[in-house]
Structure formats: structure tokens, C-alpha cells
DNA sequence: TTGTAAGCGTTATCAG
DNA sequence: CTGATAACGCTTACAA
């Protein structure tokens, strides 16, 4: 009694004394069955145990119903709910999430091959290290591809993103108007794409508003890497009225820093922008100005767009751009220069 | 040429001129292929862009490669670094992850149902809802389960724990020599098992010093419940000494909500404690005293522990119990009574 | 509406 | 070492 052989459709057909085909019919949606079998067929299904086996399912359809979510550890770490939301809205399409982590590019290849041989139904990218080469390779295999937050300049795949330049010059503008000059711009890490952009966004917006060779500084996204920038720039160097960092736990490090070894209160001395919208914000210690991805609709329209894109392969490619939210917090202030 | 065929086994075996299942042993481990053949198997299989079939494997040997991984939203947001570090390890034994999201009980028997038909080799879960049924249901389907931080009563399948009765034990000796006697307990959510089990944790440490009928406030774990609860608490009552947290993100709470509406000091007149570790305890608005999970060793374990489970189904359950290490922040100080 | 039979792309078995 | 051939458990024409 404890070799439990898994028990098939041919058992319940068999049991119930009925094709193995008019089993297989009653588990699909759609197909022609006479209640009185659907009846005989269910009961003696539930009697048995019986479950459709998923993978020969897939075999045969060659939909394999799972999507794979590449994110790198940091991306899952910043935006834990990202992945939730993302999972949610596939189950409810009935598409699970396949999990890969893409740390370094290293990787990259095997990660590709493995998703390869998976049958996945789609993919969904956010992670940093992802070549445009990659995602020729998901056209070469037919596999849709939907990318998040990540910017294409080919556009051959689709992608859904944060306006970036929009968030970021409505922050800048908050400063400007309180007359800030001695601007500092701390940015994320170099192989990232998104940090990238948002590096450039933050130049253009300064730029616009007349400020030009704003000094940049970088860091790796976290709390302790903004600390330890904005430490190694006043070593050497006067402070600046306002710093614009390219996310929150950056921009709170700045905070901190600034605080506990500077002398400097903020937002009378020191003002701080960050962006993302992460939960911390609010904390009252910090109260952060910053803009805040609209999470939901980004990750519902990855969904959407992802789940079309399998239906209807031939449909053109497309992109998905959301305005961040300005979060009012207490970290800007009127420009009050130390002498 | 745009309705690209997959290219199969036997693409290959035609094409270098072998039989299929030669080129079906130069893909496994440990079969014996002549040099010859591998070779021009290989080449061949490299340029039809070949990559053996994943599900057409698991149909025939009955292992999938998956191991499912049941969490809830709120456990991924308090705890992103415990799936990174899950996937990471099952990646380099070659096992995938296929994600189950679970945040109320109701949808519990379609998700078990899901995973069966997945045939995943294992199950980690990390969800608060999963009851002792639940968990004897895998066992009639002779899947392997491992519990991360969820205590079993039975003791049918194998779990990985923190010891929250030591770390919360020291949380409360510190308190204690510090000659408090006014406490506050917060508990977390009343559904989850691990919240229950710090508060009783909590109880049975201060008991222990001779403090009695501590009273009780509850929270979801975030930090606005924090807040808040701290806040009901001091409108109808006096302020306590000390308050012992289920959790780091309510103790922040509790901290910010003491400092800016009671005009209470950390540690002067308020004594926090948290448990966790999560990263923000060592920001240095909050420093907060707290007991930090041993992630990477615990997530590894599980993953060991399941693994052997799939080797050797017979192998017993087993369960390993790490003790937190203790983080001493500036949240707690001597006992200093408002009066 | 039902049953028969042909796959899906592998791995496993067993002669040669 | 190699090549037939039989599973694996399902879906899907096709014929009845």
C-alpha cells in the first residue's frame, strides 16, 4: 500500500467504464460531454484522486502556462512587490511564475537556455544586467518578451516603464523654485540601465533650469552607499543645498549622513529627493520627497500586454509609460547656503 | 521561413546521420557515448539550435525540476531576501522555482490542487495560512515539504526555524537588567502562526522576570500599525517603559510615533525592542535593538533538507533550529518611569 | 455525443 | 557503444 502509482485518466476511464478521451473531455472547457458522463466521470475521478497531469498537458498543447519572471536579487530586494503583484495578476490568468535570478551578466546564457527548454508561454524582465542581444534571442524563439522599466532604443521588444524624465524634472523643479543652487546629483549603480536613466533625467532637468556641471556621485542603490557617498564628498568639498538621488534608501542615507556627522538640518540646511516611493518614506524620521511608481497599473499592464502578445504573436510590439506621483514629504526646502 | 518548427531530437539524429537516442545520451550525464558521435552530435545540435525538450523529459522520468515555493504578499515584503536566497540555492541544484502566492486561506485547496498537477518535486512554504491538513495532504501525494519558520505540532514534515523563544528570551533579559518593569507587548497578526508563537514567546520571557499579565496591543507588522497601536495605547493609558515588538517595522513604528506625539526619548524614557534584523534596524534614525534571522543558513538548510527528502522519501522529517543573533542598537536604556 | 488512434519529444529497456 | 521500440499521460482529429 505505499507504492501510490499516480492515477491517470486511463484509470478513471477504466473505472468509471467510459473512453479515456471522454475523461480528458470533461476536465476541458468546451468540449461536448453528456451530463450523465460528466457526472459518472467526476465522481469516480474524485473517488480516485484524479488530477490532470500538467505536463503531459503541455507536451501536447505546447503551452506550458508559465511565464518566467527574470529579476535580479537587488530588483526583488527594492521591489519586493513588483513580484507579487506580478504573480497575482498571472494566476488569475491562470499563468504561474517561473523564477530566474540574473545577478551578474555572467549567467545570462545558461539562464536563456534554461528558459528555452522550459516551453515558457512568456517572459518577463527586470533585471538590470539584459542585453538587446538577449532579447533578439526570445524573437529568434518565439517567446514573447515583456520588459519592465527597462528602456529599448531598437523597440523591438515591449516594455512598460515610469516616466523617468517627468518624475524627475517635477522633483528638480520643486527645488528649483526654492532657488537651490549648489545642486549634487547621487547616482545609482553604472551597470544598471534604469540608474542610468535616471542619471541622464536628472542632468537634462538641472540642465533646463540653468544649472550646468551639477558634480554626480555614485552609489550601489543602498542606505549605506548614500551615507558613504555623500560622506566622501564633504570631505573634500562645501555641501550643497540640495542633493537629487536616484532612489529613496540612497536618498535616506544622504539624510542620515547629513544629520548625525554634517551638522546639517534638513530640509533648513540640506535638501533631499529621492525617487521610487518605497514605504520607508513615509517613516516620520525622514518624511522623504520623491516620486512614486504607480506599481499596480505597471504591473498589470506587463500582465495585459504579456498575455496578448502570447494570443496574438503577430501584433506589433508595444510601450507603456506611467507619470510617477509626486509625494510632497519634508525634505525640500528654501536654498540656505553654508558659508 | 517564419513558421520556425521546434527543432527535435531526431532534427539532429537525421541530420548527423546517428539514431535519436544517441543524440538523447549526449545529453545526459553519465552515459556512454563514443567521442565520435558526441562530437558530431554536438556540432550538429549546435547549429540546428537544438535544446532538449524540459517537459518532454519530466513527462518521462517524473521529476519536474520545480520546487514549488508557497508565499505569502506580506511574507515577500517583509522577507524579499529569503526567496532571492531560495531560488539562488535551488538554481545551483538545479531545481526551479514555481511561485505560489497565498494571502488568504480560501484560495489554499485550488493552489494545492495546482501543484500537484505541476508534479513539482518539493514544496517550500512560507505562508502564514497552511494548515496541519494541508500539510498531510502532501504527504498522500508523496511530495516533500519543508516549513520555513513555521512550527509543526505533529511533526509530519520537516521544517527550518529561527529560535524565536531564545531571541526573544534575550531581548527580554536585556530589558530586564536594565530594572524595567513597566512593559508593553505588540504582537503581530493573530492569523499567522509565527506571530502567535513570538507573543507567546514574549509572555513566557517576561513571566519568567517576574512580569505578570504584561497587557497586549496587536498590529499587522507594518509600521503604521505600529503607530497606531502605540498611539490607542497612550491616549487612555500611561506610558510603559519598555515595549517589546514581534517585529522590526512595528518597533520603528512604535519609536516614531513615541518621539513625535508623547514627547517620549529612545532609549531615555522608551525602551524598543524588535526581532528580525530586517536592513533598516541599522539606519541610524532608529539604531534598533532587535534579534536578527539567520537567512542565508536557514534558507540553505531547507533547501538541503528538501532536496535529500526528494532523493530519499523515507528519510524521517527533521527539524533544525537556528538561534538569532543578537543586535544591540541604542533602543534600550535604564528604566526611567514618567511619572 | 462518443470511442479509436495518432501524436507531443523525451528517456528507458534491451538486443545487437 | 549503438539503434529499435516501448513507455510517459495527455489532447485532438476523425469516424462512428
Known sequence: MDKKKRVTSY????????????????????RSVSKKTREKVLTTANELGYK?????????????????????????????????LLN??????????????????EGLDEILEQIWTFQVDGVIALAAHFDNESIEKFKDHNIPVVLYNRVVLGQTASSVCVNHEQGIFQLVTLLDKQAHKDYLVLAGPTESDVANERLECAIKALSAKGHKDVPILYGDYSYDSGKQAFHQWMKDNKAPTAVVCSNDPMAIGVIDEARRNWGLRVPEDLSVVGFDGVSAVAWHSYQLTTVKQPLELMTK??????????????????????????IEGNTVGPANPKT
Open 11 to 30: 484509470d478513471v476511464a477504466k473505472a468509471a467504464g467510459v473512453s479515456q478521451s471522454a475523461v480528458s473531455r470533461v476536465f476541458l472547457k468546451g
Open 52 to 84: 490532470p497531469n500538467a505536463i503531459a498537458r503541455m507536451l501536447i498543447t505546447k503551452r506550458s502556462g508559465m511565464v518566467a519572471v527574470i529579476l535580479s536579487s537587488r530588483a526583488n530586494i527594492n521591489y519586493p512587490e513588483v513580484l507579487s
Open 88 to 105: 497575482k495578476r498571472l494566476a488569475e490568468c491562470n499563468e504561474r511564475v517561473l523564477l530566474f535570478n540574473l545577478d551578474d551578466s
Open 301 to 326: 499592464a506587463a500582465v495585459d500586454i504579456l498575455l496578448e502578445q502570447i494570443e496574438t504573436p503577430d501584433n506589433p510590439a508595444q510601450l507603456r509609460v506611467w507619470s510617477g506621483s509626486l
